[in-house]
């Protein structure tokens, strides 16, 4: 079975500059993940899917970042304008429902100069 | 309050020993709670998963959950240096999402 795929897993960008995150769960996968990982710190949930719609997106900064989640499998994660302090890994997770076991994919890490 | 607390440690044990790794939680309304280990630059990975209280063991990890004190372990029985790694504690709260810890580093020195 293929895990979580995400791309791409390494970017540098400009502040002020846009940058996109793509992820796709695992087949089947109702519940999509995610998460922005600073170093040194636990991952911090962004935001939660259950097939297309939103769970919680409570910690997710919707001046600048978005996402969305179409036809309830591929996610893509936006950030418009980029800040220097939005350097992190970004984690996609996918699950089969609301509080199943979730699986990560092997993140993107985002420098901001 | 943070919803999910856990000792950033590091926490050190010779090998061999039992490494004992803790964590709480803010919502009473918790149902699901899970154990992730993360090496160095890699992601998080799931060790275990427990959904009611008591015991669950599953080779050398043994995962205990208490709900009536908000209170969920991680035991790793004859820990190996390979176990060393930062642990990470999930919960799905009864708000149907699922947030992580700050973690715990572990060191398991040869």
């Known amino acids: 079975e293929a895990g979580v795929a995400q791309s791409p897993r390494y970017k540098i960008i400009e502040k002020r500059q846009s940058v996109a995150f793509w992820c796709n769960p695992i087949s089947g996968h109702a519940t999509l993940y995610w998460y922005q990982q600073i170093l040194g710190q636990g991952p911090k949930l962004l935001i939660q899917?259950?097939?297309?719609?939103?769970?919680?997106d409570s910690q997710l900064p919707k001046d600048r970042f978005s996402a969305e989640r179409l036809k309830g499998v591929d996610s893509t994660l936006k950030i418009q304008p980029a800040k220097l302090e939005d350097s992190a890994v970004y984690l996609c997770?996918?699950?089969?429902?609301?509080?199943?076991?979730?699986?990560f994919g092997q993140g993107t890490r985002l420098t901001v100069v | 309050q943070k919803e999910v607390e856990q000792n950033s440690g590091p926490l050190s044990v010779p090998e061999g020993a039992i490494a004992s790794l803790n964590c709480t939680y803010s919502d009473r309304g918790s149902q699901s709670f899970f154990w992730y280990r993360q090496y160095s630059g890699k992601s998080p990975e799931l060790i275990m998963s427990i959904y009611s209280n008591g015991d669950k063991e599953d080779g050398r990890f043994t995962a205990q959950l208490n709900k009536a004190s908000q209170y969920v372990s991680l035991l790793i029985r004859d820990s190996q240096p390979s176990d060393s790694a930062t642990y990470l504690c999930a919960v799905h709260t009864g708000g149907f999402k699922t947030i992580f810890g700050a973690g715990t580093r572990l060191f398991v020195k040869a």
């Open positions: 997770a996918s699950s089969l429902g609301l509080g199943a076991e979730a699986f």
């Open positions: 899917f259950q097939n297309n719609g939103v769970v919680d």
